[in-house]
T-cell receptor, first 112, second 114 residues
Framework: KQEVTQIPAALSVPEGENLVLNCSFTDSAIYNLQWFRQDPGKGLTSLLL?????REQTSGRLNASLDKSSGRSTLYIAASQPGDSATYLCAVPNSGNTPLVFGKGTRLSVIA | GAGVSQSPSNKVTEKGKDVELRCDPI?????LYWYRQRLGQGLEFLIYFQGNSAPDKSGLPSDRFSAERTGESVSTLTIQRTQQEDSAVYLCASSLEGSDSPLHFGNGTRLTVT
């Protein structure tokens, strides 16, 4: 059974810092890996999707890497801003037709 | 265009009553998911619809929970004889083709069972 772990559970940084969020998964036979953000009282917003054959994906100040063999992914946020404050979740499906298994998320606070 | 729409946004019900939650996915999305998020917990998979295939119901916690989807449109999640432990945010998501495409989530229905 796939299990997804995210470390740290919570993180507080001053504005402008670069930071890394970690995600690990137990079954490396994944189809892809997705990163989401969730704002309080809202649903999830898709940030990045990395296919199993890819090593990384970039969108603006966000860069996600994937090391499938070691069961790890990182989300790098450059020059953090208070608007980045949210919970960040990673999720993996084991195939194209199975539901995503989510980690519990990292709650990020960026202090102005 | 319109995103995933869920209704109601909030629902308070008495223990033992039945509730029905609605999800309108993005038009053209063949895949639809229901997840549950309890306070301080991660997302818990409930049920997955993909096109005309039989739904994956492996996440439904008990036979009090059921869901339907009409074609590739609206889905309803029904909880019968609600219990206090059913209190949670119920999130619906849709995507173009299952897990190969980014999931788009609604804002959820916050269910409180008193």
């Amino acid at each position: 059974k796939q299990e997804v772990t995210q470390i740290p559970a919570a993180l507080s940084v001053p504005e402008g810092e670069n930071l890394v969020l970690n995600c690990s998964f137990t079954d490396s036979a994944i189809y892809n890996l997705q990163w989401f953000r969730q704002d309080p009282g809202k649903g999830l917003t898709s940030l990045l999707l990395i296919q199993s054959s890819q090593r990384e994906q970039t969108s603006g100040r966000l860069n996600a890497s994937l090391d499938k063999s070691s069961g790890r992914s990182t989300l790098y946020i450059a020059a953090s801003q208070p608007g980045d404050s949210a919970t960040y979740l990673c999720a993996v499906p084991n195939s194209g037709n199975t539901p995503l298994v989510f980690g519990k998320g990292t709650r990020l606070s960026v202090i102005a | 265009g319109a995103g995933v729409s869920q209704s109601p946004s909030n629902k308070v019900t008495e223990k033992g009553k039945d509730v029905e939650l609605r999800c309108d996915p993005i038009s053209g999305h063949t895949a639809l998911y229901w997840y549950r998020q309890r306070l301080g917990q991660g997302l818990e998979f409930l049920i997955y619809f993909q096109g005309n295939s039989a739904p994956d119901k492996s996440g439904l916690p008990s036979d009090r929970f059921s869901a339907e989807r009409t074609g590739e449109s609206v889905s309803t999640l029904t909880i019968q004889r609600t219990q206090q432990e059913d209190s949670a945010v119920y999130l619906c998501a849709s995507s173009l083709e299952g897990s190969d495409s980014p999931l788009h989530f609604g804002n959820g229905t916050r269910l409180t069972v008193t």
